[in-house]
């Protein structure tokens, strides 16, 4: 591996460290260098902390080794003032030569400004190592600023007949179709997301408290729709536990472009990425308007015969996983 390669990695690594976290800002690794030694490393805190080559500069014991170094990072230093200072002026402030960029930051606000600041300073700026591995870590984030919307992730169980849930069923929670290992993988799933989306009849049947009870982490936020406020108050998505948005029809129009509107509400309050997981209605919406990055499809191992069929679409295949009796499917659009 050439050797910008192996440190640009590395920042990759370090990165997802922060991913969660550090929404909406990007989650960045910063990688320090003297002599082919790793000397200062970090990635983003949580927003509105310090950002990666911050953290990496801080944690170089002896600070005179950064005049004679190199800093990497998988995303172009910032330039502006936001909630921190920017980090350009850091590196520039101890001198820093050399200095290597996974990829430009599809921000405004930054595009390209860091590097050339970085530049006229008299650093030797090098950028586009591992690209796409670095836009690929930073896919929230990337979507987000270029897209104008958040990274959309569409989840759901269905049966080896095709159906999401039972035409009838007697009380007000989920039939589970996948395995207790796959249901824990999707709660992993949650906590790696901004946010999770679900419509109004998957409240009112199931009641569904859309945390990450059987994983470390934090909980998403909550985003509901319900156009006529028909959901009880007693729901458990009203718990304090996460934060929940009802979108209704003061927020936007059930009538037209539900899925363009929905995904400007979300921009419009800096959530970065959302995982829907129903029901089949919701997930249609968005197949239909072509609003979706990833799709996660569980095939359970239960039949129902009859019921609420599962979502239809295309997309193009990535990869199937065997979780025990259950069989994961994953799609990305690139359309």
């Known amino acids: 591996m050439k050797i910008h390669e192996k440190y640009i990695n590395r920042c990759i690594q370090l990165s997802k460290n922060g991913l969660v976290a550090a929404m909406p800002n990007p989650s960045v690794g910063a990688v320090i260098v003297f002599e082919d030694k790793i000397i200062g490393e970090g990635y983003t805190s949580a927003y509105g902390g310090n950002h990666a080559e911050v953290n990496a500069i801080n944690s170089v014991i002896d600070k005179s080794l950064l005049s004679k170094s190199t800093i990497y990072v998988s995303l172009e230093p910032c330039s502006h003032f936001g909630k921190t200072p920017p980090c350009c002026d850091l590196i520039i402030k101890f001198k820093i030569p050399n200095v290597v960029v996974g990829t430009v930051d599809p921000n405004i606000k930054v595009t390209g400004n860091g590097i050339k600041k970085l530049m006229e300073a008299g650093a030797n700026v090098t950028v586009g190592i591992l690209e796409n591995e670095c836009k690929e870590s930073n896919k929230r984030f990337f979507t987000f600023h270029k897209k104008k919307r958040p990274y959309i992730i569409l989840k759901w169980a269905e049966s080896m007949d095709g159906f999401i849930a039972p035409s009838t069923k007697e009380n007000k929670k989920p039939v589970w179709i996948t395995n207790q290992y796959s249901r824990q993988l999707v709660h992993k799933w949650r906590s790696e997301e901004h946010a999770i989306l679900v419509g109004t009849q998957t409240v009112i049947d199931d009641n569904p408290k859309l945390d990450v009870r059987d994983w470390t982490g934090k909980n998403p936020i909550r985003i509901v729709l319900d156009q006529n406020n028909r959901i009880p108050k007693e729901s458990l998505i009203f718990d304090k536990c996460a934060k929940t948005l009802l979108i209704n029809s003061e927020i936007i129009y059930f009538n037209e472009n539900i899925a363009f509107q929905i995904t400007k509400y979300l921009f419009d309050n800096s959530i970065q990425s959302v995982i829907i997981e129903g029901g089949s209605q919701t997930l249609q919406t968005f197949i239909d308007s072509n609003l979706w990055d990833e799709a996660r499809i569980f095939k359970g ?35």
Not at 305 to 333: M, R
């Open 301 to 335: 191992r239960v039949t129902f015969k009859n019921g609420v069929k599962a979502p239809t679409f295309k997309g193009d295949f990535k990869n199937s996983t065997k979780i025990n009796n259950d069989e994961l499917l994953i799609y990305s659009n690139n359309d």
